[in-house]
């Protein structure tokens, strides 16, 4: 399984701007649908954005509405790195913020955050947390 570590998390006021970043190991990201999910205190996990490589069956980006305008997530795949650039961090924002891949279609990926095949893989998370 690949190694995915992420970074970039930590305390910002409302309406402030993070960028996390995710560094894969042993996985070329072209072939593998690649996304941000996060979990909050007391709450379910959720898919926040998700893209594909060009290999993968579909190159779309899928996010939910409520980070849509705020949140951007981009691949650099020379860096074997996936970035979620966040603007406009709401108090709705806080949570651990995982990054993971798996085979599949992005939108699929994101939607279903509890199923997982043999070649997924998870980082540890990072901490965002929004506040005055």
């Known amino acids: 399984q690949a190694r995915l570590v992420e970074s970039g998390g930590g305390l910002v006021q409302p309406g402030g701007s993070l960028r996390l970043s995710c560094v894969a190991s042993?996985?070329?990201?072209?072939?593998?649908?690649i996304g941000w999910f996060r979990q909050a205190p007391g709450k379910e996990l959720e898919g926040v954005s998700c893209?594909?490589?060009?290999?993968?069956?579909?190159?779309?980006?899928y996010s939910i509405d409520s980070v849509k305008g705020r949140f951007t997530i981009s691949v650099d795949k020379v860096k074997n790195t996936v970035y979620l650039q966040m603007n406009s961090l709401q108090p709705e924002d806080p949570a651990v913020y995982y990054c993971?891949?798996?085979?599949?279609?992005?939108?699929?990926?994101?939607?279903?955050?509890?199923?997982?095949?043999?070649?997924?893989?998870w980082g540890q998370g990072t901490q965002v947390t929004v506040s005055s």
């Open positions: 042993d996985l070329t990201l072209d072939y593998y649908a």
């Open positions: 993971a891949t798996d085979i599949g279609v992005p939108a699929d990926f994101c939607r279903a955050p509890y199923t997982r095949s043999v070649v997924g893989s």
């Open positions: 893209t594909g490589g060009s290999d993968s069956s579909d190159g779309s980006t």
